[in-house]
């Protein structure tokens, strides 16, 4: 698809939340659509840095003015924030124009859209599988979209032609769709997502028990470990609302975590380990080759 401010039915954006994804998103919609009118809606330290990022053109003081007169709105609040927010933005949109968000997890998100938007904008869920383990503005980066999966809940045929729209563009900023329901989305996300973090917490938390006044283990750690604690430096506010939105699905995911991790332990000098590595082996192969 060309790249042009012509290739996609929106030409005025609206961004609530202009943090990193929000961020992002505005540096790649500049980057690709050049004529799209980007308008923020954040904190106002926040959105100074935006502007001087070139994430949006215009500011807006409050979420009404943000929304009104935009034909795509891209909500990138937190869950609980983007919540709270539905029932306004779907007051203040057009009746023409879609709204779509970033959030982390679907259901809740869904089910309330469902109840706000029954007027003529429509609700479109989205996730993009996108994000480092530091926020915020200054983090932001026009490829981030890049070779990541996007999320969006619904059907793949969906006629709709500001959904096939809002496709269209996602794909121009290199990622690829994956298409499904609400639940699936965060019974996913649960094991892909939500489980390597809270993987990393807990791994982090034996590291700081263990390490004694000598530096030990600790200071023998190689570059692996590094690999291992990356999702160790995301800050708790980012993922408070996740954990209490997708409970239901993180607890089985460390469940299934907990029996692995026994299996592993009753295991160490059998054979039956070997076969543990070349299942782990095997996956990394088929994950290297999808990148």
Known sequence: MPSTPNAVPFSRVAILGTGLIGGSFGLALRKHFPGVSIVG????????????RGAAQEIA?????????????????PIGATIAALPAIAAAA????LVTDAGSTKAAICRAAKNAFVGGARFLGGH?????ETSGIARADAELFS???????????????????????????????????ADTHDWAVGIVSHLPQLLAVALARVLVDETDETGLPLSLAGPGLQDMLRLAGSPYGLWRDVAH???????RALDRLEQ?????????TSKELEQEFLVANELYKRLKRAD
């Open 41 to 52: 809606y954040d904190r106002a330290e926040i959105l100074q840095a935006a502007l001087a």
């Open 147 to 181: 070779g990541a999966r996007y999320g969006l809940i619904g059907l793949e045929g969906d006629r709709d032609p500001r959904v096939q729209g809002f496709g269209s563009l996602v794909r121009a900023l290199g990622a690829e769709l994956v298409w499904c329901d």
């Open 260 to 268: 692995a991790v026994e299996y592993l332990r009753t295991r160490l």
């Open 128 to 132: 993009p599988m996108a994000g480092k």
């Open 94 to 97: 057009n009746a023409g124009a």
């Open 245 to 251: 939105s997708n409970t239901e699905n993180i607890a």
């Open 61 to 77: 003081r409050d979420l009404s003015s943000a929304v009104r007169g935009a034909d795509l709105v891209y909500i990138a609040l």
